[in-house]
């Protein structure tokens, strides 16, 4: 059983105009609105994979109509659309496009068994084209500047945060200053190496990186063959005492933990604050497993580094989007 978190209560200034926010995750796509009254009209839908590669913009456009009839404001009063999304990046005459390993079949081929040929998806683009003000960043990013705003990592200039997830990514900040790269792809850690694994293949086609190793959807590819067909299932057999389960997430952890010692290494951190759908639903579990990875390696740099839960909860991502566009 988990403990209750306590999210804090985030809305905008008396008489603000509306802004609309989303996220955009390997798996859904999430849509609200935020003004005075809060954050509001939340709509989900899975991320759009078939059809052409404008098909994830125009479900985007789609579902801030309806979020915006969902709260009662109109799609033409949108001050500005905070779009906190999946990477990497591509740029293309100065505006983002996707290529992201768990959307673009076309990046790692029908081996990775998505139903399309996509090398990127549009994005900023077709979102200009009906919105006056569009800021698009990767999910990390805007995740990060949440937990700085309101979350766990308030009063730290030298953090990160990070998502177990679908995808594994990272928002970095040194200095007090937001790492973004030159496509705006820092902190896409989950595709790099921390093992020698030749089986693990990842959406973005390379084999045995962090994400190929330890995301969400790869459980079932790497597991089902011992009757763990998805995260939840693994999890259950654990707590169960299943040995087999439990020496699966030990590596799965080994795996995450030193990723997380990597850029505490690199980027000498304060703190890291965790969040995504595998951490958050098993963070009692997971929480300790990671930070011992951590504690005791190399004290000059990991002393004092606080690993903890994201301080916005299971709601990061709707705050995230909302970071962009807020003052």
Known sequence: MQQASSVPVVQLPPGAAPVACVDIGGTKVAVC???????????????AK?????????????????????????????????????????????????AAPNICGGLAGKARGLPNDWTTALLEAPLRAVFPNVRVENDGVGALEAERRWGALQGFDNCAYVTWSTGIGMGLCVDGRILRGKNGNAGHVGHTFVSDN??????????????????????????????????????????????????????????????????????????????????????????????????????????????????????????????????
Request: with cysteine; proline share 3%.
């Open 198 to 327: 030749d089986d693990a293949l990842c959406g973005c086609g390379n084999v045995g990186d962090v994400e190929g190793l330890v995301a969400g959807n790869a459980i079932p590819r790497r597991y089902a063959a011992q009757g763990y067909t998805d995260s939840a299932m693994l999890f259950v057999a654990a707590h169960a005492g299943d040995a087999g389960a439990v020496a699966i997430i030990d590596d799965l952890c080994r795996v995450m933990g030193r990723t997380l010692y990597n850029m505490i290494a690199t980027l000498d951190l304060q703190a890291i604050s965790i969040g995504g759908s595998v951490f958050w639903h098993h963070r009692d579990y997971l929480l300790p497993k990671l930070r011992a990875q951590v504690a005791g390696k190399l004290g000059a740099l990991t002393d004092g580094v606080q690993i903890v839960p994201a301080g916005l909860g299971d709601r990061v991502g709707d705050f995230a989007a909302l970071a962009l566009v807020v003052a």
């Open 50 to 98: 078939e059809g052409d590669h404008g098909a994830l913009a125009a479900q985007i456009i789609r579902l801030v109509g309806q979020s915006c009839a969902s709260a009662g404001v109109a799609v033409a009063d949108i001050a500005a659309v905070g779009v906190a999304s999946c990477g990497p990046f591509v740029m293309r005459d100065g505006l983002v496009e996707l």
């Open 33 to 47: 609105v935020a003004d005075e009254h809060g954050v509001r009209g939340k709509v989900a839908e899975p991320t």
